[in-house]
Structures are given as structure tokens and as C-alpha cells.
């Protein structure tokens, strides 16, 4: 349903992203959602927090020493919880220096970590839509369906009734996504072995997070021939599942907020235009 | 030469769902991006086929190893 295209205000749009982005759920109470705001930072901060008391802190110490400079965590999920990571890397940083044993529970406990950020990626976005719609319902229907991008890929344009781009979002990265693992024989799987390429496969949603599971811990006895492919495809089905999270998200906000959808096909003239030519 | 060929291969699934999102991202009408999806495969990969011949020219002259 298309609502008025210049709803009023309420509040900054540029402002309640960056709040969020800092602290989970600011944005929201800087619009006056204090309610909603405070369930974000619970739900954002507290599954960041499980996934840092999992791991340790020491996810960072995945990185080689010869990676270990202030702005390497930036390339990492983590980045879209800002206070967080802040926060992370204040009290934790890349450890004392010496190598000492992980915990068990940290493969798990990093993909919480991740997931928080993702998480807060998609709370900033409700935060700036949220600023711009005529009600919190709206903002709802613009942020479900890029939720469920990242649940299933393609998901979200099945929900928003783009069958066909769905399904082919959906056959193009799995394929990528199971084509990936299979030629890197589940090494993609392991944020220690691989930290960048995990940190952009990590985009292809819940897939990718119940195959760690399932597969991660898989040891590596050989040399993977293949592995170098692998990697780059299972990065590259993560990426573009973010580009396809972006179109849902514009296809959503187009429709909610009376905003022109994209195309990359030439304005047609306008009557006007016409006149004046004939003119 | 099979390590060449599943290269190739490799490379064409991944240039194809690349160019294939991207033609989708670009716009937001089923229709159009379909109609321009073969343009812009032609355009990547006769791209990529001219990257590769100026490398192979370069190879076999002033870059040659030997």
C-alpha cells in the first residue's frame, strides 16, 4: 500500500541511522519509539555479548600478527554494530600477544558476534526508514522482507511477490553458495582458517550459519586443490546476497514510501517536452 | 588443459550469476532487466575475452619470462 509520498517527519532519517549504528535502538528513541528501541538494544547488544562471552574475545586473534592493525576488524560483520565493536576492540583488541588455546565454544560464539552486526545493519535501516514513514507499521513492511533476504536468499523478493526474481536469487547463490563448499571441501566454513572470505559469505544469511554448523569443525587432512575457487565463491554468493538484500529493501521502500523505482532505462520525454519539440 | 577447461568453467558461473544480479539490481522491472541481460553478458565477457588477449599478447612480448 502506498502511502503519502512526503509523510512528515519524524526526525532526521541521517541522524536516527547514525545513533543506531553507534548504540542499538538509539535511533529509535531519538524518534520517540523508546519501547522498540529498548528491544533492539537487548536483542542486538545481548546476542553480540553471548557471542563475545562465547568466543572469548578472541575473535580478532583469528588474524595473522602481520593483519593486526586498527582498522582490519572494519572488513568484518561485526562493523554494523560500531559501539560494539568499539567496545570489542577496546577491552579485548587482538589479545596479549601470545598464542593460547580458543575455547570451544568460539566458532559459535564469533557467529553470534556476526550475526549482531548484521542484526544492527538491519536496525539502522529501520531506523532510517522509520524517520521517513507515516507509521512504525510501514517501517515494519519495509524491513520484513530484506529480513527475510537474509533468512533465505531470495526470500525476501518471494515475499514482496517477485517470483522470478526470487527464484533466480535464490538458484544463482545457493548454487555459488554449495559449489563454493564443495570445491573448498567445507574449509570455507571456518572463520579462523579463512577470516575475509568467511566475513563475505557470512552475507548469504542462514544457509551459511546452519552449514558452519553442521560442517565447520571438519578438519583438513590434504591439500584442497580447489580450495582457492572455493573461497571465492562461497565470498562472492555472500556479497551478492547483500546486493540483493539492497534491492528489497529499495523495492520496499519505493512502494511504502511513494519513492520512484529504479531503472536504468531512459526517462520518457514528458508531454511537456513533446509540446516543446513540435513548438 | 582439464585444469584450463574447469578454470573457464568456473569463471563463466561465476560471471554469469555476477552480471545476472547486477543486471537485476540495476532494474527494478522483471521484464526490462531481461531484456538487457544479454547485452550485458556480451559486454562482460566479450570484456573479459579482449582482457585476455592483451595479456597473452603481453606474455608472448615484452613480458615474456623467458
Known amino acids: ?43 542486538v547488544e545481548g546476542l553480540f555479548f553471548l557471542g563475545l562471552w562465547l568466543s ?55 557467529m553470534l558476534a556476526a550475526l549482531s552486526g548484521v542484526l544492527n545493519g538491519l536496525t539502522v535501516c529501520h531506523a532510517h526508514t522509520l524517520a521517513r514513514a507515516s507509521s512504525a507499521e510501514a517501517a515494519h513492511r519495509v524491513l520484513l522482507p530484506t529480513a527475510a533476504g537474509f533468512v533465505v536468499p531470495g526470500l525476501g523478493h518471494l515475499t ?41 559469505q557470512f552475507g548469504i544469511g542462514l544457509p551459511g550459519m546452519l552449514a558452519e554448523l553442521a560442517f565447520g569443525s571438519a578438519r583438513v587432512t590434504r591439500d584442497i586443490p580447489y580450495v582457492d575457487g572455493g573461497l571465492v565463491f562461497g565470498c562472492v554468493a555472500g556479497l551478492l546476497n547483500l546486493l540483493a538484500l539492497i534491492d528489497v529493501y529499495g523495492f520496499s521502500e519505493s512502494q511504502e514510501l ?22 | 588443459m582439464t585444469d584450463v577447461l574447469v578454470h573457464a568453467l568456473l569463471f563463466l558461473l561465476m560471471g554469469t550469476a555476477i552480471v545476472t544480479l547486477g543486471t ?15 547485452r550485458r553478458m556480451l559486454g562482460f565477457f566479450g570484456g573479459c575475452m579482449l582482457l585476455i588477449a592483451v595479456m597473452l599478447v603481453c606474455e608472448h612480448t615484452f613480458a615474456a619470462l623467458g
Open chain 1, 160 to 200: 514482496q511477490g517477485r517470483r522470478t526474481r526470487g527464484l533466480i536469487v535464490f538458484a544463482l547463490l545457493m548454487s555459488c553458495f554449495v559449489l563454493g563448499t564443495l570445491l573448498a571441501e567445507g574449509s570455507n566454513l571456518s572463520r579462523e582458517r579463512h577470516f575475509y572470505y568467511w566475513a563475505g
Open chain 1, 1 to 43: 500500500m502506498a502511502l503519502d509520498p512526503k509523510p512528515a517527519r519524524r526526525g532526521d532519517p541521517n541522524v536516527a541511522a547514525l545513533l543506531t549504528w553507534f548504540l542499538p535502538g538509539a535511533g529509535h528513541a531519538y524518534l520517540g519509539q523508546f519501547g522498540l528501541g529498548l528491544a533492539l538494544f537487548a536483542l
Open chain 1, 56 to 110: 572469548g574475545g578472541m575473535t580478532f586473534e583469528f588474524l595473522d600478527p602481520e593483519l593486526r592493525s586498527p582498522l582490519a576488524p572494519v572488513l568484518s560483520p561485526e562493523i554494523g554494530n560500531l559501539g560494539g565493536l568499539l567496545w570489542q576492540m577496546r577491552n579485548h583488541g587482538f589479545g596479549p600477544g601470545i598464542v593460547r588455546p580458543f575455547p570451544d565454544t568460539i566458532a559459535f560464539g564469533s
Open chain 2, 24 to 38: 537485476f539490481y540495476s532494474d527494478a522491472d522483471d521484464a526490462r532487466a531481461r531484456q538487457a541481460w544479454p
Open chain 1, 258 to 279: 511513494g519513492l520512484p523505482l529504479k531503472s536504468s532505462a531512459p526517462e520518457p520525454a514528458s508531454a511537456v517536452s513533446k509540446v516543446e519539440i513540435r513548438l
